[in-house]
């Protein structure tokens, strides 16, 4: 069994920053690439960064130059960082991972819970 459990969200104003984390618990073998998605009310989910074990990233193009992705590989740990906040930001993010079990199980998309970031403006 492996989870994942974001932290992070909240509300904040047009121009702020916040740091979202997701963590990989359970029966881990490896975890390969991990990801940031958000879905706004009304909205499909969309992938806002992505990063692969080695650390290679890409970012959708409306996160460009504000959010910033990485992970802690010891810790099982990928982080979002995001300045610059806009109102359009505003949106449940959920974590995924490609995640290799001790029983050498791959599930490929292990979603976490979501986690609310609201920018008001």
């Known amino acids: 069994q492996v989870q994942l459990v974001e932290s992070g969200g909240g509300l904040v104003q047009a121009g702020g920053s916040l740091r979202l984390s997701c963590a990989a618990s359970g029966t881990i073998f490896r975890v390969n690439d991990m990801g940031w998605y958000r879905q706004a009310p009304g909205k499909q989910r969309e992938l806002v960064a992505a990063?692969?074990?080695?650390?290679?990233?890409n970012y959708a193009d409306s996160v460009k130059g504000r959010f910033t992705i990485s992970r802690d590989n010891a810790k099982l740990t990928v982080y979002l960082q995001m300045n610059n906040l806009k109102p359009e930001d505003t949106a449940v993010y959920y974590c995924?991972?490609?995640?290799?079990?001790?029983?050498?199980?791959?599930?490929?998309?292990?979603w976490g819970q979501g986690t609310l970031v609201t920018v008001s403006s």
């Open positions: 990063i692969t074990s080695g650390g290679s990233t």
């Open positions: 995924k991972a490609d995640i290799l079990t001790r029983v050498l199980v791959r599930n490929p998309e292990v």
